[in-house]
Structures are given as C-alpha cells and as structure tokens.
C-alpha cells in the first residue's frame, strides 16, 4: 500500500510542478524522506505488532480521521492532534487487558 501511495503522490507532484513549479520537486525530497522513515519504522516495529494490535491501531486512526472529517464540515471543534498519541497507546493498552 505504501507503494501505491507513492505513485499517487508522484502523479499529484507531477500534476502541481506543472502548475505551481519548480517549488514542488523541492517538496518532494522532504514527502521522501518523512514516508522513507515511515517505512523504516514500520519494517522495525513488524515483528513487536500481532493482529490485534494492527486492529486496535486501525480503529483510533478511523475515530481520528471521523473527527477531522467532522472538524472539515464544521460539525464540531475537536482538537485532533490531542488524540494522536492514541494510535500508539491503543496496542499497548490492548495487550494489558
């Protein structure tokens, strides 16, 4: 999936340096870099995530995304990035009960 994401967004960084410029192909090193890590990190951490705690990390990440859908529509006034740090207790809170 992560492979497909970065066709995606090499398609989109293509279709804005059109647009937009030379600006954009600067960008993309950095795009390189945060999703590179995000792989390493990922490929490190494999071995330590069973299914249910890919399961509990799946679940806060969609009650996240339902928050900043809801703050984007102007539902509600949720502070988002308080709640990220439940991606990552999720597992570990899991696994103790």
Do not use: R, W
Not at 30 to 42: E, K, R, S, T, W
Request: charged share 5%; with cysteine; glycine share 6%.
């Amino acid at each position: 999936t992560i492979f497909t994401k970065s066709l995606l967004d090499l398609i989109t960084s293509v279709m804005l340096a059109a647009s937009l410029g030379y600006g954009v192909i600067f960008a993309a090193v950095f795009v390189l870099v945060f999703q590179g890590a995000i792989v390493l990190m990922a490929t490190t951490l494999q071995p330590l995530l069973n299914s249910h705690a890919i399961a509990e990390m799946t679940c806060a990440g969609a009650v996240i995304i339902l928050a900043l859908g809801l703050n984007i529509i102007g539902l509600s006034k949720f502070k988002v990035a308080n709640y990220l740090p439940a991606i990552v207790l999720a597992p570990l809170l899991a696994q103790f009960m």
